[in-house]
């Protein structure tokens, strides 16, 4: 790191930002973008396309005549959900926005003609609802970007990189994001990684970059999704597809240490970021909401994938798990938003959290045959009390050598059974 980054002290309005984050609990993530139209995921340029130019003709047909922004923000809100993370240029380098830097942007170069950008954050100040911004660091489809591990077989000319000017374009379509869309929640990197084997460690100049968005948005949060412990200037930590410490994912060769930042799991509601046509295998409502309630348990944000479709719909599918986690949280959302980890960390039966002196203990085994006859917490001193929620009903307990033990009902009725513990 550079002296500009060492010593990075976050701004009071960014210190107050990091815990309206850490409140939220859940978010929504949005891959979209002229990817979409092919139906195969985000990747399908790196994937299968080997002329990356006739890959962007797609953006002369992107025309998503349903699309709707505040329908989007209107049914990711009922969900329960505080935020929306959305993905202004994915690695296929188009952006959805009409940016200066590029003529391959939604309003030059689709027949559409709007900002995508502007209309979701115009819905989101609207509707209340905080707003991310996804930015990949990868470009397949610049020559100025240097080529990683990734985007090699898209046509690109290798011997045009010119990493300088890449950077100034990066930092110009940023300054454009946090100067013309209003208050935006955080910058969300992708794409270090790309550059994770070079011989000689690759120099993105973060610290530059870091300061150019604190400087136009002080409140600006900013997570990078490269797998590792955060780099100074990181205001949140992300963990792609893993609770917090863990490393099922294996992005690394060891599970990243969990840092006193602000934390994000992201997972897809089905298998794919960007929409996939044959990827139906969407997570049944009851699963969506134990993993919410596991990130919680970490003291982390659950941030959700949907990949809208090529129309500007979101799928049927993800509006139908929308709706569901909905109904749940206008209940059980007062045991996750503010809420901390609990003393029983992600376990078999379930996980706890904690707010304002009570513990809630959410009992949801992955595998309901394994509900346990009764759970164990430790606690210092005897619960003040034991109440099931919503309902408030008394439940039996035994307290000795500082554990709390409470039985659980043979078939609970819901996804989640949840005791409220006072402290
Ligand atoms: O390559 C991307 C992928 O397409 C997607 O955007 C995910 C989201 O976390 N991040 C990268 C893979 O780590």
Request: aromatic letters at 12%.
């Amino acid at each position: 790191l550079t002296a500009m980054a060492q010593g990075y002290v976050p701004t009071q309005e960014n210190l107050a930002e990091r815990e309206d984050f850490r409140n939220a609990k859940l978010g929504i993530f949005l891959h979209w973008g002229i990817y979409s139209m092919f139906a195969q995921g985000e990747w399908y340029l790196q994937n299968a396309v080997p002329d990356r130019m006739e890959y962007a003709k797609a953006a002369d047909a992107f025309y998503p005549h349903r699309f709707d922004a505040r329908q989007w923000v209107r049914a990711i809100k009922a969900a329960g959900a505080k935020y929306i993370c959305f993905t202004t240029r994915h690695h296929d380098g188009f952006s959805m926005w009409d940016t200066q830097q590029s003529d391959y942007n939604i309003v030059k170069a689709t027949p559409f003609k709007r900002d995508i950008v502007k209309e979701l954050a115009d819905a989101c100040h609207e509707e209340g609802i905080r707003l991310h911004l996804y930015y990949s660091h990868i470009d397949w489809m610049r020559d100025d970007y240097p080529m990683g591990r990734t985007g090699r077989n898209c046509g690109k000319d290798a011997s045009k990189s010119d990493w300088p000017h890449y950077f100034q374009f990066m930092n110009a379509q940023l300054t454009e994001l946090l100067t013309r869309y209003g208050k935006v929640g955080a910058i969300w990197f992708d794409g270090w990684w790309d550059h994770d084997q070079d011989a000689t460690p690759f120099n993105w100049q973060l610290d530059e970059q870091y300061a150019l968005i604190h400087k136009l948005q002080p409140a600006c949060l900013i997570g990078n999704n490269h797998h590792m412990e955060p780099n100074e200037g990181e205001d949140i930590q992300l963990f792609e597809r893993d609770l917090p410490g863990e490393n099922k994912a294996g992005f690394v060769d060891k599970a990243a240490q969990v840092s006193p930042l602000p934390l994000e799991t992201c997972e897809t509601m089905n298998g794919m970021w960007g929409y996939k046509v044959v990827d139906q295998n969407y997570k049944s409502t009851n699963e969506i909401i134990r993993l919410l309630v596991n990130t919680s348990g970490k003291g982390a944000n659950l941030l959700l994938n949907i990949g809208p479709q090529p129309n500007g719909q979101l799928p049927a599918l993800a509006l139908d798990r929308l709706k569901h986690l909905g109904k749940w949280m206008s209940t059980y959302g007062a045991t996750l938003y503010g809420s901390q980890a609990g003393p029983v960390k992600p376990c078999e039966w379930g996980a706890t959290t904690e707010k304002n002196g009570t513990i809630y203990a959410h009992i949801c085994p992955a595998d309901t045959a394994k509900m346990p006859a009764a759970i164990t917490i430790p606690m210092a001193k005897k619960p003040k009390a034991v109440t099931h929620f919503p309902s408030g009903a008394k439940v039996a307990y035994t307290y000795r050598n500082k554990l709390l033990t409470i039985d659980v009902p043979a078939n609970p009725t819901t996804p989640d059974h949840v005791i409220a513990i006072k402290r």
